[in-house]
């Protein structure tokens, strides 16, 4: 299977050499080149993205700014000329990081990694229903959602809590939000996204899922009961 892809940067002559690199590759399908970030997203919002490769700095919208537009997130390799980027690019789980000049053997690698994670994602699995995959200990790891007790805030990492064990996984509570299926979770506080199917009990100030005792945003009380109670 291919992954839909396309390229957003806008040099026109980096486009082209990354859009040959594309169009070479057994393993990807060219949707489309963009100069800046605004055609990028009409066409990631009317058609199935599976991949991104992202210049940073564009003029009007940067690349990181896309990103935070975009609802649904595809895998990105970012693209620059900037090593600094690469930090911040970490915090948004990207998929790779190539620096300008790009070589061949170097492009061939990063879209390698991304079929694999493509195939981790999506791969199916019906005893164990959806799964999402996780960073943690340097080591990509598969966890399914009916699994997921809550998420908890814990300093610059997460804390993903499941029936078996615990994940560290460094990401911001917003970002690992967007990973999650729509519905079946919700952040009942700055510190505490829950699995709504795992709750026991619930009351204005608390929803118990097992022992344990997960803390109710006041200010969210209302829209957390509801989700609750409907799910």
Known sequence: MKLNCIVVDDSAIQRITITKLVNESTLL????????????????????????FLDIEM??????????????????????SKADYAVKAFDYEATDFLQKPISKERFNKAVKKATE????????HEDHGESIVIKSNLKKLKVYVSKIKWIEAYG?????VTDDESHLVLSTMKGFEKEL??????RVHKSYII???RVEKFNSKFAEIGN?????????????V????NA
């Open 29 to 52: 399908n060219l949707v489309g080149d963009f100069a800046n970030a605004l055609e990028a997203k009409n066409c990631i919002n009317n058609n199935t993205i599976d991949l991104i």
């Open 117 to 124: 994670l493509h195939a981790l994602r999506y791969e199916n």
């Open 195 to 197: 699995n709504l199917d």
């Open 59 to 80: 003029p009007l919208i940067n690349g990181f700014d896309l990103l935070d537009g975009l609802k649904t997130k595809p895998q990105i390799i970012f693209i620059t």
């Open 212 to 224: 344990t005792k997960i803390p109710l945003s006041r200010n969210k009380k209302e829209e957390i």
């Open 181 to 186: 299926p729509e519905g079946k979770f919700i």
């Open 156 to 160: 610059d990492y997460i804390k993903v």
């Open 226 to 229: 509801k989700a609750i109670e």
